[in-house]
């Protein structure tokens, strides 16, 4: 991994923070010129440090009252049933991410819904039609403590 140095790393920590902050408010806070903030940042970009920015959204006001962890098992693991797999769950907007993991389970998925009634119908309808899948694991979120999407900075 490149090192970056400590104007790069201030600068990703304060749009990690907020990514509506102005070139220039970056610049003032780093005491470093307009110029000079805005080549670093449209380095991190290209340099894929920086993939995109977004509004970080709260779920509960948009009526996503479910949070599901999802243990998949498969049988199957050739290259087609895992293509699929990953097309399925990659088009699925319920699916906040997905992850290959060691353990009993092949993948861990989190998914967001309305109600469980919506959970049941995604289970039903996608995770249940996956071809190869021998087991589905789901554990409900009771309560969420903490969340982020914030990675440490040092």
């Known amino acids: 991994m490149e090192q970056l140095d400590s104007k790069d790393i201030a600068i990703l920590k304060r749009l990690q923070s907020d990514g509506r902050l102005s070139n220039a408010k970056i610049a003032a806070e780093l005491s470093i010129s307009e110029a000079a903030c805005w080549r670093r940042t449209k380095s991190l970009e290209q340099k894929g440090y920086i993939h995109g920015y977004q509004a970080n959204l709260d779920r509960r006001k948009l009526g996503y009252g ?60 996608v995770l249940r039609k996956l071809k190869g899948v021998s087991t589905i694991s789901s554990s409900l979120s009771l309560r969420e403590i903490t969340s982020s999407t914030r990675l440490p900075l040092r």
């Open 66 to 125: 479910v949070v599901a962890f999802v243990q998949l098992t498969y049988v199957d693991h050739d290259t087609e049933t895992t293509a699929h797999f990953e097309r399925v769950i990659k088009e699925s907007e319920q699916v906040l991410s997905c992850h290959n993991t060691t353990g009993d389970a092949d993948f861990l998925l989190q998914i967001v819904a309305k109600d469980l009634d919506e959970y049941s119908r995604f289970v039903e309808e």
